[in-house]
């Protein structure tokens, strides 16, 4: 089955009478995914958006419980509130990100109710690419950006429609949904693939041998620790807990908090295992490249980029893995 593109503004208006639909749109200039029907422009062509849509899942900041407390009791309540959400137009980087976060927050015996319940309640629309851009690398990192293997639904660009894929019940509850709207047809678009090659084989395990290795004396001191690049990361997670007390009552909550910051490994006595910025930055290389594939054997990089454009001071994961590869293997 195929939807015309002509019949994208309908399908998206049908998804919204039943969740929340977050499709990739430009809102006062900025890239990202914004629930249909803000003002702004869709943007169904863009490679990737500057923001990506990890909000839906893993909320910039997220009410956890609400607590009350009196001279006799103390009163504490798991806030639980999700609604049903769609991510509509998602690339295979952003589901591959989805991917690492559901091994974060709901496997190894852990499971964050918090995250669970959203993740129920999502249901993923992926749209093949059928460009890249310059900082495009995600089929190096074991990503294909013709196919979202995970997505609930798939839908192939054949130029003047999507062909319709189906893949779970989420997915065929979609298609069901869209009948009226649904035309018989099939097709195939024209596989693509990144410009920028990098060659993995190997270095996770070579990172790791490389923790007190000279490569990280060069390169960090130009960060100024502003933490965009892991705030725009769609598979970076790190979160702090505080609370907002008013009086006898108040409400905890969780915001994202980032690994290049001095206050992030900051103990209560004052001690930073993490001290400087070579440190900051050789974790978050050493996460990304080398510890989750450890963990979960998967990088904890999509490939979408955005950390490579947007870093203020360029610095460039891309550089440094090809910098990895350079260095003899007991290097
Ligand atoms: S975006 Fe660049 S400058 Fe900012 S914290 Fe990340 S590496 Fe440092
Ligand atoms: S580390 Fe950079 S390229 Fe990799 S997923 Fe995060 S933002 Fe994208």
Redesign the pocket.
């Not at 725009?232 to 970076?236: G, L, M, R, V």
């Not at 990089?301 to 490579?308: E, S, T």
């Given at each position: 089955m195929k939807l015309s593109k002509s019949k994208v503004n309908q399908a998206l208006d049908m998804l919204a009478k039943e969740a929340t639909v977050l499709v990739p749109m430009i809102v006062d200039g900025v890239s990202k995914f914004a629930p249909w029907g803000t003002e702004g422009k869709l943007a169904l062509d863009i490679v990737n958006t500057l923001l990506p849509p990890k909000d839906a899942l893993f909320p910039q900041t997220e009410k956890m419980y609400k607590y009350k407390v009196s001279a006799e009791t103390a009163e504490v309540k798991e806030i639980t509130d999700s609604d049903k959400q769609v991510v509509f137009g998602l690339r295979s980087?952003d589901m591959h990100?989805i991917d690492c976060m559901d091994a974060v927050f709901l496997t190894k015996g852990y499971v964050d109710n918090f995250y669970s319940r959203k993740r129920e309640n999502l249901t993923t629309i992926a749209i093949n690419c059928t460009k890249s851009n310059p900082t495009c690398f995600c089929d190096s990192m074991g990503v294909d950006p013709n196919n979202a293997a995970s997505a609930d639904m798939q839908l192939i660009d054949i130029g003047d429609a999507y062909v319709v894929e189906a893949r779970t019940e989420k997915g065929k509850a979609v298609e069901a949904l869209w009948q009226p709207l649904l035309e018989a047809g099939e097709g195939t678009a024209t596989p693509i693939s990144c410009e920028l090659k990098l060659d993995m084989a190997g270095l996770p395990a070579k990172l790791r041998g490389m923790f007190e290795s000279d490569i990280w004396d060069d390169g960090y001191q130009a960060c100024i620790g502003c933490g965009t690049?892991t705030y725009?990361?769609?598979?970076?997670y790190c979160f702090d807990i505080n609370a907002e007390n008013h009086g006898q009552e108040g409400v905890q909550f969780r915001c994202w908090d980032s690994c290049m910051f001095s206050e992030y490994t900051r103990m209560a006595g004052g001690h930073n295992p993490r001290p400087s910025k070579k440190e900051r930055l050789r974790n978050r290389f050493m996460h990304?490249l080398a510890y989750f594939d450890e963990r979960y054997n998967k990088n904890l990089?999509?490939?979408?980029?955005?950390?490579?454009v947007n870093c203020p001071v360029n610095i460039d994961?891309t550089r440094f893995i090809e910098k990895v590869k350079e260095v003899p293997v007991n290097g």
């Open positions: 980087c990100s690049c725009i990361c769609p598979t970076c990304k990089c999509a490939g979408c980029g955005r950390c490579v994961i």
